[in-house]
């Protein structure tokens, strides 16, 4: 194989086939992560679609900012007290 070839290949030329490049590197991630039996998180999740869209891949460690902002290890108790009072 000419990695030439296979260079230019991976290269998305549209807006459309860099989403769904992304999106085929994705699932290899986390396929690759459950066939050795790792827990994958994924970081950076910053809408509620995203996030359900990872839950449906499989994903079930999810951070980023659409759960909550960085915070302290001691904001992070108090959040975490308010999401089990919430039932969350």
Same mark, same amino acid.
């Given at each position: 194989?000419?990695?030439? @070839?296979?260079?230019?290949?991976?290269?998305?030329?549209?807006?459309?086939?860099?989403?769904?490049?992304?999106?085929?590197?994705?699932?290899?991630?986390?396929?690759?992560?459950?066939?050795?039996?790792?827990?994958?998180?994924?970081?950076?999740?910053?809408?509620?679609?995203?996030?359900?869209?990872?839950?449906?891949?499989? @994903?079930?460690?999810?951070?980023?900012?659409?759960?909550?902002?960085?915070?302290?290890?001691?904001?992070?108790?108090?959040?975490? @007290?308010?999401?089990?009072?919430?039932?969350?």
């Amino acid at each position: 194989m000419d990695p030439k @070839r296979l260079i230019f290949r991976l290269v998305p030329k549209t807006d459309e086939e860099c989403w769904e490049l992304r999106d085929e590197i994705e699932d290899s991630i986390i396929g690759a992560g459950k066939t050795l039996g790792l827990k994958v998180v994924a970081e950076g999740v910053e809408t509620k679609a995203h996030a359900d869209l990872l839950r449906r891949l499989g @994903r079930y460690y999810l951070q980023g900012y659409a759960f909550a902002r960085p915070m302290s290890a001691e904001s992070l108790q108090s959040w975490l @007290r308010e999401r089990d009072s919430q039932g969350n």
